[in-house]
């Protein structure tokens, strides 16, 4: 399977806790995004990087929250001291960095805090 | 703030049938149109996309009807199956600025009933 894939698929932690989400990309793109969906919305952007850089952060990402992409390839997210708010699905999405663009989105990390 | 407001939350039409999706917009700066589909499970994938330059585009089964004036657009399923049950997302981004930045629609639950 060449797609974008993420790791864990699942997470379930107490709230206070850190967490770490995981997401490669497909091989040859250099654009990752991060979303988050929340149950009956539709995702929302977190974060973008062009190849390691990390280039626009959306305000709903708090100083709890981080991303890296240290060698333009794989991407983590870290959330720090977890709230029950930040339950919702993690998604990924790559791109090859063209204009009018594809995003390929991974199958995402589903996030329950207790 | 809702950028793309989508319409109907969810949505039961009879296999063979036509189902109807709608969206609009406020941002101005706006001028790429995708939808996506996304099954249970799995991140959103990208069904088909509009610039606003043009007023209809069709593939297959699936078409997309975009009224600038209106700041409004719709995508139409034909002879809906079975298979095409799952949520779907209108989404829009300006293409400036290099890279997209997606802002989708809250999703629309369809289902397809034999």
């Known amino acids: 399977d060449t797609g974008v894939s993420q790791d864990p698929r699942h997470k379930i932690t107490k709230r206070g806790q850190n967490v770490t989400f995981r997401c490669d990309p497909i091989?040859?793109?250099?654009?990752l995004y991060w979303y988050r969906q929340t149950l009956g919305q539709g995702p929302e952007f977190l974060t973008y990087?062009?190849?390691?850089?990390?280039?626009?952060k959306s305000r709903l990402l708090s100083d709890r929250f981080s991303a890296e992409r240290p060698k333009g390839s794989f991407s983590t997210l870290e959330i720090q001291r977890t709230e029950q708010g930040d339950s919702a699905m993690y998604l990924c999405?790559?791109?090859?960095?063209?204009?009018?663009?594809?995003?390929?989105f991974g199958p995402g990390t589903r996030l329950l805090v207790l | 703030q809702q950028q793309v407001k989508q319409s109907p939350q969810s949505l039961i039409v009879q296999k063979g049938g036509i189902s109807i999706i709608n969206c609009a917009y406020e941002?101005?700066?706006?001028?790429?149109f995708p939808w996506y589909q996304q099954f249970p499970g799995k991140g959103p994938a990208l069904l088909i996309a509009?610039?606003?330059?043009?007023s209809e585009k069709k593939e297959g089964r699936f078409t997309i009807s975009f009224n600038k004036s209106a700041k409004q657009f719709s995508l139409h399923i034909m002879d809906s199956q079975p298979g095409d049950s799952a949520t779907y997302f209108c989404?829009?981004?300006?293409?400036?600025?290099?890279?997209?930045?997606?802002?989708f629609g809250t999703g629309t639950k369809l289902q397809v009933i034999p």
């Open positions: 999405a790559s791109s090859l960095g063209t204009i009018q663009e594809t995003q390929y």
């Open positions: 091989s040859e793109h250099n654009r």
């Open positions: 990087f062009q190849n390691e850089a990390q280039l626009e």
């Open positions: 941002n101005t700066a706006f001028d790429y």
């Open positions: 509009i610039r606003p330059d043009v």
């Open positions: 989404a829009a981004t300006p293409l400036g600025g290099g890279y997209q930045k997606v802002t």
